[in-house]
């Protein structure tokens, strides 16, 4: 019989087609959001999960799964699952890095210029009917190229996204847990600096770095406060990172100029004051989402379940101690 796998949201054709080449596949193709009872329930059976960053891996669920052999996740970030309890049960995690990098990088560079030059206003301007002719000071925007762009998390998508700043002509700072190698650096055209003379230096700030206890609240009011008052704040990593509260109130107060944010605390709901604010572009967590990379990710994250599933090593391991147990 062939091990038995649930899929807890909608996927593409072509990646159901694979995993029933492996697997007795149950999937969720109505796009339901599974809650905690129901996914318990339904992963009961299993040994495969694949899922997503709604869906809730930890402790409870995986007491009520004792089959579970493997957690293929659709998304590079991971703070969906406990991998700590995970590996305790010797249930193999995996995610779905590289396929994202570029799309995200991209993302990152639409919001940095969405809110750079004002574009979400302007189009709610021309659909409210109000623009009534040219004029000199017009929607007045801030330049990106030649702008100081401040990177903190120069992992895989940072170095991309420091790289597409080439093309702008941007100066780059980076900080990061730990400084790259010099021929990184070089090739990059990435200066270290420390977190604090990002904040206070940098033009734009771009968050790159996964949810973790360690990376709450990263950006608050004392960070947002050394930031330039004509600053912005680019967030295309995991709500949490930023105390969104305090954004809500620097954004208000004018302590920073603008942010872009395809992440926040709690999505998907939201702070409802962002709603009110101009100086604000929000989008929703879309920063890996072309029709290429999200096909790409789920196959990847198939790929990842059925390599477990048939004995071998994912491409893809979080955590290489769950085989040990
Ligand atoms: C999306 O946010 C991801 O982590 O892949």
């Given at each position: 019989?062939?091990?038995?796998?649930?899929?807890?949201?909608?996927?593409?054709?072509?990646?159901?087609?694979?995993?029933?080449?492996?697997?007795?596949?149950?999937?969720?193709?109505?796009?339901?959001?599974?809650?905690?009872?129901?996914?318990?329930?339904?992963?009961?059976?299993?040994?495969?999960?694949?899922?997503?960053?709604?869906?809730?891996?930890?402790?409870?669920?995986?007491?009520?799964?004792?089959?579970?052999?493997?957690?293929?996740n659709?998304a590079v970030g991971y703070?969906?699952?406990?991998?700590?309890?995970?590996?305790?049960?010797?249930?193999?995690?995996t995610n779905t890095p590289e396929v994202l990098t570029d799309t995200t990088a991209d993302l990152a560079f639409?919001?940095?210029?969405?809110?750079?030059?004002?574009?979400?206003?302007?189009?709610?301007?021309?659909?409210?009917?109000?623009?009534?002719?040219?004029?000199?000071?017009?929607?007045?925007?801030?330049?990106?190229?030649?702008?100081?762009?401040?990177i903190i998390g120069m992992g895989r998508i940072g170095r991309v996204i420091a790289r597409r700043a080439?093309?702008?002509?941007?100066?780059v700072?980076y900080?990061n847990r730990v400084?790259l190698a010099?021929?990184i650096e070089?090739a990059l055209?990435a200066?270290?600096?420390?977190?604090?003379?990002?904040?206070?230096?940098?033009?734009?700030?771009i968050l790159q770095m996964p949810y973790?206890?360690?990376?709450?609240?990263?950006?608050?009011?004392?960070?947002?406060?050394?930031?330039?008052?004509?600053?912005?704040?680019?967030?295309v990593t995991r709500?949490?990172?930023?105390?969104?509260?305090?954004?809500?109130?620097?954004?208000?107060?004018?302590?920073?100029?603008?942010?872009?944010?395809?992440?926040?605390?709690?999505?998907?709901?939201?702070?409802?004051?962002?709603?009110?604010?101009?100086?604000?572009?929000?989008?929703?967590?879309?920063g890996s989402?072309?029709?290429?990379t999200?096909?790409a990710m789920?196959?990847t994250?198939?790929?990842?379940?059925?390599?477990?599933?048939?004995?071998?090593?994912?491409p893809n391991?979080l955590?290489?101690?769950?085989?040990?147990?």
């Open positions: 019989m062939k091990p038995r796998l649930l899929v807890t949201r909608e996927v593409f054709d072509e990646t159901l087609h694979y995993l029933a080449q492996h697997c007795e596949v149950e999937s969720n193709q109505q796009d339901v959001p599974l809650d905690p009872e129901t996914l318990a329930q339904r992963l009961e059976d299993k040994v495969g999960v694949m899922c997503c960053l709604t869906d809730r891996i930890d402790e409870q669920l995986l007491t009520r799964c004792p089959r579970l052999k493997v957690v293929a659709i703070n969906n699952i406990d991998l700590d309890a995970c590996t305790a049960r010797g249930v193999m995690a639409a919001l940095i210029l969405a809110t750079a030059r004002r574009l979400t206003e302007g189009e709610a301007y021309i659909r409210a009917g109000q623009w009534s002719g040219w004029y000199l000071k017009q929607l007045l925007g801030v330049d990106v190229h030649h702008a100081t762009l401040g080439q093309g702008f002509e941007m100066r700072i900080h400084r010099a021929d070089q055209k200066t270290y600096v420390s977190k604090d003379e990002l904040l206070e230096q940098a033009d734009f700030v973790m206890p360690q990376t709450h609240h990263l950006i608050g009011a004392a960070e947002l406060k050394k930031m330039k008052s004509s600053a912005i704040l680019i967030n709500g949490g990172i930023v105390d969104d509260a305090a954004l809500v109130r620097a954004l208000k107060d004018g302590t920073i100029r603008g942010a872009g944010l395809d992440t926040f605390e709690g999505e998907p709901q939201l702070n409802p004051e962002f709603l009110e604010l101009k100086n604000v572009v929000l989008v929703p967590h879309i989402s072309t029709e290429t999200r096909r789920a196959m994250a198939a790929k990842n379940a059925v390599a477990v599933l048939s004995g071998s090593v994912p391991f955590n290489p101690e769950a085989g040990k147990n």
